[in-house]
């Protein structure tokens, strides 16, 4: 679970803990503890996007995603730290690369490349992750996302993230609202009301997501979204 609480002032007294991390001019560095889920240590990020570093949180990073990376940032997120949690062997050579974008404080968009690795570990198992974020040279392709791991047995976790992307390309943010709503138990006219939208407009949608993932019916249209992580 992520935490929206930044290190605080007393913490920040700490940061010689941090000392033998570099940061060059064209990144922003995080650390995150997996015991606290907080984030322990931040740097760059005023530099980088015009954030003060003390208001760095990993919630924080996620709501200056961009819309169009934001649920396949939150994908690799999740997925990651849950195939970390339980590793005891190699702990340290677990790493993943991806192209994202996120807003400056000033309301533009910057292309990133995230490197995320194992910082610390104890009891053999990952203590600490950080978080490099440096300037790409070129805006991204969402559809095209690039996405890199290394690590022992990583292969599923990098399967499945592309998995993930391409179903993802698929679908818009209002589809995939429209089928978290469905598969919640709303009928059509419901998610109409709840949306502001007429129900015509919502058949519309669902007729589409039909066509789109190759379904015949809402029940199998939910089954699909459940198997293929689409919610």
């Not at 006219?189 to 789109?212: D, M, P, R, T």
Request: hydrophobic share 35%; charged share 30%.
């Amino acid at each position: 679970m992520l935490s929206d609480i930044p290190y605080t002032p007393e913490e920040l007294a700490e940061v010689s803990d941090y000392s033998d991390i570099q940061c060059f001019s064209d990144e922003a560095v995080y650390v995150y503890s997996l015991e606290t889920h907080r984030i322990n240590y931040a740097t760059g990020w005023d530099t980088l996007l015009g954030y003060d570093n003390k208001e760095i949180s990993m919630i924080k990073l996620m709501m200056i995603t961009t819309p169009d990376y934001i649920d396949f940032i939150r994908e690799m997120n999740n997925q990651s730290l849950a195939f970390i949690f339980d590793k005891t062997e190699r702990v340290m050579e677990y790493s993943c690369t991806i192209e994202s974008k996120k807003f400056s404080k000033q309301g533009r968009e910057v292309a990133l490349l995230e490197s995320v690795g194992i910082y610390r570990t104890r009891g053999g198992r990952a203590e600490q992750i950080i978080g490099r974020y440096k300037l790409s040279p070129s805006m991204p392709n969402p559809h095209q996302r690039y996405f890199h791991a290394n690590g022992p047995g990583i292969e599923e976790l990098v399967d499945k993230m592309k998995g993930f992307g391409a179903e993802g390309r698929l679908i818009t943010r209002r589809e995939r609202e429209i089928l978290r709503l469905l598969a919640g138990g709303m009928i059509l006219k419901e998610i109409a009301n709840h949306l502001g939208v007429s129900k015509s407009n919502i058949e519309k949608k669902i007729y589409g997501l039909f066509k789109k993932l190759k379904v015949k019916n809402q029940r199998e249209l939910i089954s699909y979204a459940l198997r293929n992580q689409l919610l």
